[in-house]
């Protein structure tokens, strides 16, 4: 990683073109949601999961979630800072619908970087 404390203006608008895909939750292309025609016509049926697949993914969430913390508890101020403002990105933006699934998403990155901090022995 650059020794720089401030961000060129490619590197912010790199940023800002792929976390603005992210709105939808679709950007995986670089011209936004990817799209095609056949799943467009016809959905394709998704099974319910089962109990135990649902306290699988709660089990990895959880530890991916320790995991994060562990990594943002070691990282420089500057990248904190970063993370702190990436939760801003991810919310509604004016003029949009507030969805309460992106406010909460938002919500708990900031808290995970409270977390961190708490747990590197910092106050926030």
């Known amino acids: 990683m650059s020794g720089q404390n401030s961000d060129t203006s490619s590197e912010w608008s790199q ?7 992210w709105d939808n939750e679709g950007g995986a292309g670089p011209d936004g949601p990817a799209t095609d025609s056949a799943l467009d016509n016809e959905r394709v049926a998704i099974p319910d ?3 135990a697949e649902l306290v699988t993914l709660r089990v ?4 991916l979630e320790n995991l994060m913390i562990c990594f943002l508890a070691t990282a420089s101020d500057q990248q904190l800072k ?9 919310s509604p933006r004016p003029g949009f619908t507030q969805h309460p699934l992106t406010i ?4 708990h990155m900031d808290d995970l970087v409270k977390r961190a901090l708490h747990f ?3 106050e926030s």
């Open 60 to 63: 990895r969430v959880i530890a």
């Open 82 to 90: 970063l993370a702190q403002e990436m939760a801003g990105y991810i």
């Open 120 to 122: 590197r022995g910092l």
């Open 15 to 21: 940023r800002q073109r792929a976390l603005s895909r």
């Open 49 to 51: 999961l089962t109990n």
């Open 104 to 107: 909460h998403a938002a919500a």
